[in-house]
């Protein structure tokens, strides 16, 4: 099933203005204009289908990421998709471990928001051409013979399309500076745990679809009101968990809390009402400490991102100090690869896992950081929002209920309710949870016209407001 | 004397075609083209007086840091540089903090990378017009005066030129982060202690220079009698430090260690002759043990980048396993920033700790690196080679020594022979040492000529070289 030659890789910087409107401001990012580097795959194959793949960014250095998806153009352009899906890890190796590239890395910042956009490009291309959503191509690599059957003839390579096996999976992997903590055997037996039950756990889904909870009423850029409006509609809608920013100015995070938790309810973990909160880096250890210890009687089930992603120390450090209050820390947005996730892992620094899909590397690298959240069994809770998150998560978070964690305990994906109708296959939300997505691919095809607009510098939107803003 | 608005930024994209040579191939870096994103500054003052700055690169990339520099222009342009200086620990978060720009860092890879260069640039022109080295600059700012003098008038602001007082070089660090581990007054504190015995160091180093080792002979991509070859002509020349490129195949790494320390004689410690050992990154935490075990026999003083860069536990792991058998571990040119050596520090991760002065953000995040390694007495030792890379670190390091570290004991500065004579300024080294440089600035000007003919990929050097690459 697998066919073409990568003919064609074209890349945009595309930008919704939603500063203006305040969406996005947090404690650290207080004027986001949400946008994404969208990259463009075509290949030689006569189907017309085209893979496409996003980074997410906040509006100025859009075109910095797109300066580097040109810089790893050359890795892809000219291959086979059978030769690269068929050593995935090779082909990740590559693009990561570029001998003059890495230096500007390596496997972090610019770089690897490029290589996250690429790969995300080349999974959509891969499931869309196998006629499946990446979740059930993931589903089905995972295993679904018996675990006592020989291994499949196809292996090792050449790959064989359709070869249902965990090896299969396990080879997308880049297993480098992680086997202290998992190896690929951990990783298969992971997987072939993962076995039973898998088919009741897909039916599942696709039934009653993965819990969500919402960011979209407690922006720090919203007033009182408009928080107080959006919440209530949010409870109207069957959303029964919340996050807030906090962070800026501990009085105000009172009040907004103090409005949250009185309208949600005074339960915390024996209800499902549940207030997360969110800091997006403000603090310094000491700080996050003192500020929580405050806020702890809003009885938040985390605190989100107290501190520096970088500081695995600190967030152990938080992490022993407010957990005997009550309060979980998460982190990941900005956790800039699997070696952060690994040390976070070790140190006891989290109690709820927070993947990104575009800072780290695709699918590739998360698969790696679903598989460490298992071993050491701690939930993975998705960072979604911004533009196109929801719609490449979800695929995520669901091949992790149905193929590795198989639980849903204390286990919720972010959910932001912006920008959306770009999307030609935009996320699905009913009663609160992300239904599955049918269509074939990774749901991230843009559709060209919203493309198209808003093109910075030059599209439609973008030629209306800058003059304006220059005034 | 500081004087002058900022009027223009230009960024341009250097590169040496240093790979078909072999010269500074390692076991992960196996081509490059040692290169620079060179940044010059002006103002509208009428002394004509000019800020350099570079970042380093190794050729494919280079573009990519050009382009962030030029998304940061808008924070230096139409600024005057006694606001800049006057206020260095706000710029510098103006920077870094930029609420747009930070989400494709933050404070790392390509972005971090364009502040540094951004950044020594500034240093460079105040450092110029102040009529000082950068060293000389920030030993008198690392205050003269008397611990029991009171206070100078001049503070807080606005800044008086020449204002000699710690708190000034305190001032020009941002404390983000790492107050967990190093507060303003613990900064204070150790500068105060670094008065005595100042005026004498700063002799000795003007009369002896600072001690260095050289990584010139021993990269991967030489033969076995160049490496000879090259060895005996350093010892000849006084050197007695020698570092060797490791990691890509045991084999050969106990050929050429074999051969090294047979040219420098059986001993370690208690001899001045030393052999360091790098890897690049090029190993897992286990292998990294293993492999070196098997390498012990040759003593070397350490291991360089054993594994990622990000990898803090697992630094301390491989600490633990290899510092009874008289390794130390040695790390930094590819730390992104202040946090990760805060936590190498809290882990006891490394003996050898090696500042980058174009990875970390400039002179005022070095500065914050160099106050934590003298807290936890860890020696610095820093990375140099590439291009410029000797030429900007000798500042900081000679600084270490005169008002901070107060000592030599276990420091040594690496320094390649390459390149040098592309700069105005370069460095000069005598009886294996860095001899404190004496021109104004930060000795990062480049020959215009230099520059245009080494411009990518319009420059003399490239046209000829490009056309016959693509055959």
Redesign the interface.
């Known amino acids: 099933m697998v066919r073409g030659r990568i003919s064609r890789l074209s890349v945009r910087d595309v930008r919704f203005p939603t500063s203006l409107g305040g969406h996005g401001a947090d404690a650290?990012?207080?004027?986001?204009?949400y946008s994404a580097a969208y990259v463009v795959i075509e290949t030689d194959a006569e189907d017309g289908i085209k893979g496409c793949g996003i980074t997410f960014?906040?509006?100025?250095?859009t075109?910095?990421?797109v300066?580097?998806v040109n810089?790893l153009a050359h890795h892809v352009l000219n291959k086979d998709l059978k030769d690269i899906v068929g050593d995935f890890r090779g082909f990740y190796r590559q693009l990561t471990?570029?001998?003059?590239?890495?230096?500007?890395?390596?496997?972090?910042?610019?770089?690897?928001?490029a290589t996250a956009a690429v790969l995300n490009a080349v999974w959509d291309l891969w499931a869309k051409q196998e006629g499946k959503p990446v979740w059930k191509l993931l589903v089905d690599m995972g295993g679904e013979r018996s675990q006592h059957e020989a291994p499949p003839k196809c292996w090792p390579l050449p790959l064989l399309s359709r070869c249902q096996d965990p090896r299969m999976l396990v080879s997308c992997i880049d297993?480098?500076?992680?086997?202290?903590v998992l190896t690929e055997e951990d990783a298969l037996e992971i997987l072939q745990k993962g076995q039973i039950g898998k088919k009741e756990r897909e039916k599942q889904m696709l039934a009653q679809g993965y819990p969500a909870y919402t960011t979209s009423c407690a922006w720090l850029g919203y007033s009182d009101d408009t928080l107080k409006q959006l919440c209530a509609q949010a409870l109207k809608d069957g959303w029964t968990r919340f996050k807030v920013k906090v962070g800026a100015d501990l009085q105000d995070d009172m009040r907004r809390c103090q409005i949250i938790r009185d309208m949600i309810g005074p339960e915390k973990t024996l209800s499902l009402f549940l207030q997360m909160m969110d800091a997006n880096?403000r603090w310094?250890?000491?700080?996050a400490v003192e500020w929580m210890s405050k806020l702890a009687k809003f009885k938040p089930l985390w605190i989100e991102e107290p501190?520096?992603?970088?500081?695995?120390?600190?967030h152990a450090?938080i992490s022993k100090a407010l957990v005997p209050l009550g309060i979980g820390i998460a982190t990941g947005e900005?956790c800039?690869?699997r070696?952060?996730f690994?040390?976070l892992l070790?140190?006891k620094a989290l109690q709820f896992l927070q993947i990104d899909s575009c800072r780290l590397g695709s699918v590739n690298e998360n698969l790696s950081v679903l598989l460490m959240a298992k071993k050491f069994e701690i939930p993975v809770c998705p960072h979604a929002g911004g533009v196109g998150l929801c719609e490449l998560v979800q695929h995520l978070i669901i091949f992790d209920y149905i193929s590795v964690s198989a639980s849903l305990e204390n286990r919720v994906c972010e959910y932001v309710d912006h920008l959306h109708e770009h999307f030609k296959y935009p996320v699905m939300i009913q009663r609160a949870s992300y239904m599955p997505p049918k269509d074939p691919g990774y749901s991230t095809e843009m559709k060209e016209e919203s493309v198209k607009k808003h093109q910075y510098p030059d599209g439609e939107v973008w030629k209306k407001l800058l003059p304006a803003q220059e005034n």
Chains 1, 2 share one sequence.
């Open positions: 650290m990012h207080t004027d986001p204009d960014t906040l509006g100025k250095g075109e910095v990421v300066c580097a810089a471990s570029d001998g003059q590239l890495r230096w500007i890395g390596p496997e972090k910042g610019v770089v690897h928001l297993f480098r500076y992680i086997t202290d880096q310094d250890v000491p700080e501190t520096s992603p970088d500081d695995i120390l600190g450090t900005q800039h690869n070696v952060i690994k040390q070790q140190a």
